[in-house]
């Protein structure tokens, strides 16, 4: 194994994955989302030495996510109870966002989501913003289950 190989970072576990797809929306909310999910992704990989391929399912999100947020946020405003959609930090938003996509696909497992969301808020978001989520998620999880019953 040559130096080069020695600091390569791999990224691995599904924990890893969502990390990594919401470090890519919040470097692309920062730059009020004007550069390309793909641009941002070619920078993390050269700047910090990261190894995944540009077809990971951190690639997938983050750009499903950066498509989708209008829609996303749509889903969002009518679970906020005396609360403005706009008062949200952006850590918040990028991951109520994240996980309702996530949520969407038919592979998912909602507890699984959910609970990644929470450990994403504790990591990231502001103090309590976890409980929050949690909150809002089970909201919409319980609606959209209430939907495809019908």
């Known amino acids: 194994m040559n130096n080069s190989e020695a600091n390569i970072t791999k990224v691995e576990s599904l924990h890893a994955t969502r990390t ?3 470090y890519l929306l919040y470097a ?3 730059q009020d989302n004007s550069v390309p999910i793909e641009d941002i992704a070619r ?3 050269d700047g910090f030495n990261l190894e995944y391929s540009d077809s990971l399912f951190e690639l997938e999100m983050a750009m499903g996510v950066t498509e989708n947020s209008d829609r996303l946020d749509e889903i969002i405003k009518p679970h906020l109870k005396n609360w403005n959609f706009n008062r949200l930090g952006c850590c918040t938003k ?3 966002r994240m996980a309702i996509w ?3 696909r038919k592979d998912s497992i909602h507890q699984i989501v959910i609970d990644e969301a929470i450990e994403l808020a504790k990591d990231f978001a502001e103090k309590d913003a976890y409980k929050f989520v949690n909150g809002i998620l089970d909201k ?3 609606d959209k289950s209430i939907k495809n019953q019908e």
Do not use: T, Y
Request: glycine share 0%.
């Open 43 to 45: 920078q993390f990989k």
């Open 20 to 22: 990594m797809a919401f």
């Open 94 to 96: 990028i991951i109520l």
């Open 28 to 30: 692309s909310d920062r």
């Open 140 to 142: 919409i999880h319980k």
């Open 102 to 104: 996530e949520l969407e």
